[in-house]
């Protein structure tokens, strides 16, 4: 029979346990058992050096926590939260942590969810927008990182989300005003900073206040990151020599890399590696926007004609596709040639 209040001490023990070796952490503020409504307590995040103590003047925030535990299996990292925590966390607190501790089959799992300000609001819109109403509502939680200095990193940035988020600026997303860019915020080490931006971003629309004159940050979204591309710069060349700046981006969650060349980038090949063969690429896919004057069009279509004109063949099953886009770049080539050449008069 699952035990209640031991479920809720072993979640919390765990908490405890994950940071414990991050000597700038003190979670002795997670009650366990805790009486309160709404918030379990709080983790602290000091400033210090060497041996010295926790004190007031080096205490940087304090970062507001919930803690569930369960025995149940937990799938596609997705759990419930009761949409009355939702609006006491909109009403009482400025944004929290929330954590859910699995102990399924004895084998512990932790996971988070940043709840800024601005998460709450729309958790809480689009269930006012249902047809039915809710007494929970099923989120998406992440892992925590091996590193429990990777989260305290994540705490960092949403310290400093609360502090763009507090309730009079965001009230002033629901008013319409001249938007002069959206900006994404984040706050982070570089060490972390994949880990920080894969547990979620939020975004801003800058705008002119009249009274001031400055720009001030309102709210506008949450997002997810979809995945994470690692950049390459360098240079491609054809079969004469000539060259171009050219940047690689490969996707850290599939592996797909994207080869972009030309003026503005109106050249793009792709393709994904296989893993497991002596076949070095799966398939590869060629796509040509042109960009800029004729001359700068005409300049890249030449360039991708000699780049592909390589000794390297496509398999018989896509000669017809290959030769049908070779004369279609030449076809193009002919037509920027004829248009060049009518403009001289």
């Known amino acids: 029979m699952v035990n209640p209040k031991k479920?809720?001490?072993?979640?919390?023990?765990?908490?405890?346990?994950?940071?414990?070796?991050?000597?700038?952490?003190?979670?002795?503020?997670?009650?366990?058992?805790?009486?309160?409504?709404?918030l379990d307590g709080v983790i602290d995040v000091y400033s210090v050096k060497d041996s010295e103590q926790f004190s007031k003047s080096n205490l940087k925030f304090s970062m507001p926590v919930q803690v569930k535990g369960t025995t149940k299996k937990i799938t596609n990292n997705k759990h419930f939260v009761q949409v009355v925590d939702l609006s006491f966390y909109q009403k009482h607190s400025n944004g929290l942590v929330y954590f859910v501790v699995s102990t399924f089959n004895h084998e512990r799992r932790i996971l988070f969810r940043k709840l800024a300000p601005l998460d709450?609001?729309?958790?809480?819109?689009?269930?006012?927008?249902?047809?039915?109403?809710?007494?929970?509502?099923?989120?998406?939680?992440?892992?925590?990182?091996?590193?429990?200095?990777?989260?305290?990193?994540?705490?960092?940035?949403?310290h400093a989300q609360q502090e763009r988020q507090s309730r009079n600026v965001l009230d002033l997303s629901e008013i319409e005003c001249p938007t002069e860019e959206i900006v994404a915020k984040v706050t982070s080490r570089p060490k972390y900073l994949e880990d920080t931006i894969s547990s979620g971003v939020y975004f801003y629309r800058k705008s002119l206040d009249s009274v001031t004159g400055k720009n001030i940050l309102i709210p506008y979204s949450s997002g997810k990151v979809a995945d994470i591309f690692e950049?390459?710069?360098?240079?491609?060349?054809?079969?004469?020599?000539?060259?171009?700046?050219?940047?690689?981006?490969?996707?850290?969650?599939?592996?797909?890399?994207?080869?972009?060349?030309?003026?503005?980038?109106?050249?793009?090949?792709?393709?994904?590696?296989?893993?497991?063969?002596?076949?070095?690429?799966?398939?590869?896919?060629?796509?040509?926007?042109?960009?800029?004057?004729?001359?700068?069009?005409?300049?890249?279509?030449?360039?991708?004609?000699?780049?592909?004109?390589?000794?390297t063949k496509p398999t018989s099953k896509e000669v017809e596709k290959w030769n049908s886009f070779i004369d279609a770049l030449t076809q193009q080539e002919a037509r920027l040639r004829a248009i060049i050449e009518d403009l001289k008069y």
């Open 7 to 38: 479920t809720e001490e072993q979640a919390v023990n765990a908490i405890k346990f994950y940071f414990d070796a991050v000597d700038f952490v003190d979670t002795s503020k997670i009650a366990i058992n805790d009486k309160e409504p709404g």
């Open 120 to 158: 709450i609001k729309e958790i809480l819109e689009k269930i006012q927008l249902g047809k039915e109403t809710q007494k929970a509502k099923t989120l998406s939680f992440t892992m925590v990182p091996n590193d429990p200095k990777a989260l305290i990193n994540i705490f960092n940035d949403l």
């Open 231 to 311: 950049l390459e710069s360098g240079v491609i060349s054809d079969r004469h020599g000539n060259s171009l700046t050219s940047k690689i981006y490969t996707s850290k969650k599939t592996g797909q890399k994207e080869l972009l060349f030309g003026y503005k980038d109106s050249i793009k090949i792709s393709w994904t590696p296989k893993q497991k063969s002596n076949v070095l690429l799966e398939k590869v896919q060629i796509h040509f926007t042109p960009r800029g004057d004729f001359s700068q069009r005409l300049a890249d279509v030449n360039f991708l004609l000699e780049y592909l004109r390589t000794p």
